[in-house]
């Protein structure tokens, strides 16, 4: 069983940073894709961003492209999602999930899927102030 765990949520002005962190258990953490969603009240859960196992492929969503950043470190079992310049609008619930195939690397519209991802952890808050 896998859990993910994300912290670094909270509440920031319109034009801050904030730095997500979600924390992987388990050994095989290495060999998957990891993404970021975020559903906002009311919303479909929409997708911020996703690395490939070996960072070779990172893909963003529009809303976010030039303004969010994913990384990962394999040796911590943790992806991060360095957000800047703020907005209202990317106040969400903000989660980290696994995809589910195993090795999988390719620059791919595949990441943006909810339906890709197998576990999901339970989000951190986002509220970005105007």
């Known amino acids: 069983q896998v859990q993910l765990v994300e912290s670094g949520g909270g509440l920031v002005q319109a034009g801050g940073s904030l730095r997500l962190s979600c924390a992987a258990s388990?050994?095989?953490?290495?060999?998957?894709?990891m993404g970021w969603f975020r559903q906002a009240p009311g919303k479909a859960r929409e997708f911020v961003a996703a690395i490939s196992w070996s960072s070779a492929y990172i893909y963003y969503a529009d809303s976010v492209k030039g303004r969010f950043t994913i990384s990962r470190d394999n040796a911590k079992n943790t992806v991060y999602l360095q957000m800047n310049s703020l907005k209202p609008e990317d106040t969400a619930v903000y989660y980290c999930?696994?995809?589910?195939?195993?090795?999988?690397?390719?620059?791919?519209?595949?990441?943006?899927?909810?339906?890709?991802?197998?576990?999901w952890g339970q989000g951190t808050q986002v509220t970005v102030s105007s």
């Open positions: 999930a696994r995809f589910s195939k195993r090795g999988y690397s390719d620059y791919s519209a595949r990441y943006s899927y909810t339906s890709e991802y197998d576990y």
């Open positions: 388990g050994r095989t953490f290495s060999s998957y894709a």
